[in-house]
């Protein structure tokens, strides 16, 4: 089955998910648990809980995770989207009121799984 990527593509579903990363990032650089818990699907928010055994918020603190920084560099297809920063890999969902991360803290690992994420709602 051919894959269509939109690399280098501007249309309304990359910019909108290359925003939504964005905006998660700048949450988790001024440390505001909310609002990156806002920005999760209810999968990963519940994975997330599950995994560090205490609520969204308190979880996203004791991860730790580092924010990507730099220009954001999306993939959109259907309804999932890959978004490139430096530092980290950000998979997005569409929902009904846009895009959701589905997975972040995502770092290459070369092997059979390409990602090993932090945050995994998949």
Do not use: N
């Not at 998660?24 to 995994?51: M, Y």
């Not at 609520?55 to 920084?69: E, K, M, P």
């Not at 297809?77 to 430096?86: N, R, S, W, Y």
């Amino acid at each position: 089955m051919p894959v269509l990527a939109l690399a280098g593509c501007s249309g309304p579903d990359t910019a909108a998910a290359e925003s939504t990363a964005a905006a998660f990032e700048a949450a988790l650089a001024r440390g505001d648990g909310a609002a990156v818990c806002a920005l999760l699907t209810p999968q990963a928010a519940a994975a997330l809980t599950e995994q560090e055994g205490t609520d969204c918020v308190q979880a996203i603190g004791s991860l730790a995770l580092a924010a990507g920084t730099g220009e954001p560099r999306a993939e959109a297809f259907g309804q999932g989207a890959i978004v490139e920063l430096d530092g980290d890999t950000v998979f997005l969902a569409a929902s009904g009121d846009g895009w959701r991360v589905r997975a972040a803290g995502c770092a290459p690992t070369g092997e059979d799984t390409p990602f090993d994420c932090r945050i995994d709602g998949s």
